[in-house]
């Protein structure tokens, strides 16, 4: 494929230089754009009251795995010659969703903590009316307990970090599979 020795060593030394590079910086890049994502959707479901709608939370997994594509294929073709491996492109789907939970995470604690705390009772409202749906005979001390746990600052920001770092994994499996390219030279 090389034409001459100069040209093989020339690319490996390309090669080699976006291995040091890493997966952290460029993870980080496209977590932070991915966060500011998430963060304009809460704004917008905030302001325009959307807090009800079930569909609209659909749209942050959205948001996710189109962050994931790009973003891996970006680091594919920026970072690595334009291959990457499956368990490469996985790593740094992760890694981005991470990056991403943690700063929505810090975000959703400043929010409902500072910002809106009045936003946490739409979502004690809407979540009293969902348990109130599934299971009309629960005590209202069971009601109250149910919504002290799980509404609240700290609470949320758990479930945000915990709950997108882990869909992210889940759907970098999957996008994983589509960025995925082997370098011909190396099989």
């Known amino acids: 494929m090389y034409q001459t020795e100069e040209d093989q060593k020339g690319f490996v030394e390309q090669n080699t230089e976006a291995t040091k590079t890493g997966m952290a910086i460029p993870a980080l ?16 479901i905030y302001f ?25 294929k970006a680091y594919r073709d920026e970072y690595n010659g334009g291959f990457i491996t499956y368990g490469r492109a996985l790593g740094f789907g992760t890694l981005l969703s991470v990056f991403a939970a943690l700063i929505l995470a810090v975000f959703t604690y400043v929010f409902y903590k500072f910002i809106a705390p009045d936003a946490l009772n739409t979502i004690r409202e809407i979540a009293e009316e969902q348990i109130l ?53 190396m099989l």
């Open 29 to 44: 890049q496209y977590g932070f754009i991915t966060s500011l994502g998430l963060i304009a959707l809460t704004l917008i």
């Open 48 to 72: 325009v009251n959307l807090q009800s709608v079930k569909w609209v939370s659909w749209l942050g997994y959205f948001i996710l795995i189109v962050a994931l594509y790009l973003g891996s």
């Open 133 to 185: 749906r599934t299971n009309p005979n629960i005590s209202d001390e069971q009601i109250d307990m149910a919504l002290k746990f799980g509404a609240s600052p700290g609470i949320l920001t758990f479930g945000t970090l915990f709950g997108y770092a882990f869909v992210g994994f889940i759907l970098s499996l999957i996008t994983s599979a589509l960025v995925q390219r082997k370098d011909p030279d």
